[in-house]
């Protein structure tokens, strides 16, 4: 429909000028899940589990969120690219989650406005909202409506997301990427 091409245009456009490396919106069908990704949770390679509220296993069970992404029809996928000095940069890594979880937060409320009749917004892993999450010191969280999720915690397969909105899931030596996504209806 011309109409929603020029909205899915419009939204890309919205997350380029926010600081997207690329940003493309899909039919939501492409999107693919697997619970596969909880286990990888569990592995706790990136310390984060049961850490976050916005994590597994406190995010919720992997059936019912795999359920809800399958509810959706069209999905704003965005990414952040970042320079490494080296591949054991681990200040440059989080400097690029920085942004990237700032990038997401300025795309939320760019959005903010438009007459979606649900959305979700997913990004990469451990809300980083705070400093600290709230998780660890048995406390609610601080903010409940900004809380991000992560994208594997609902076991979305963000490689071929990526491949889907015609990116790429690695983008060459001495860098990292990281994708976020806005789940919507019309
Ligand atoms: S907003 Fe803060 S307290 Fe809530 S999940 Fe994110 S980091 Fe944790």
Same mark, same amino acid.
């Given at each position: 429909m011309a109409n929603n091409s020029e909205l899915f245009d419009r939204l890309a456009e919205i997350a380029l000028s926010e600081g997207a490396y690329k940003a493309a919106v899909i039919d939501a069908s492409l999107v693919e899940t697997d619970e596969v990704f909880r286990a990888l949770c569990e592995s706790n390679a990136c310390g984060m589990y049961g850490r976050c509220?916005?994590?597994?296993p406190d995010v919720g069970e992997i059936e019912d969120l795999m359920a809800e992404i399958h509810t959706f029809d069209h999905v704003l996928v965005y990414q952040t690219i970042g320079e490494l000095?080296?591949?054991?940069d681990v200040e440059g890594m989080g400097e690029t989650a920085k942004a990237h979880t700032a990038l997401t937060l300025r795309l939320t409320d760019a959005l903010s406005?438009?007459?979606?009749?649900k959305k979700l917004h997913l990004s990469k $892993? $451990?809300?980083?909202?705070?400093?600290?999450?709230?998780k660890v010191q048995g406390k609610?969280?601080?903010f409940p409506d900004r809380a991000i999720p992560s994208l594997e915690a609902y076991g979305v397969n963000v490689s071929k997301l990526a491949t889907s909105a015609g990116m790429k899931y690695v983008n060459g030596q001495n860098t990292v990427t990281y994708f976020g996504a806005l789940f919507f209806n019309l």
């Open positions: 509220w916005m994590c597994p000095e080296d591949s054991y406005d438009l007459p979606f009749s $892993g $451990g809300c980083q909202i705070c400093p600290v999450c709230t609610p969280c601080r």
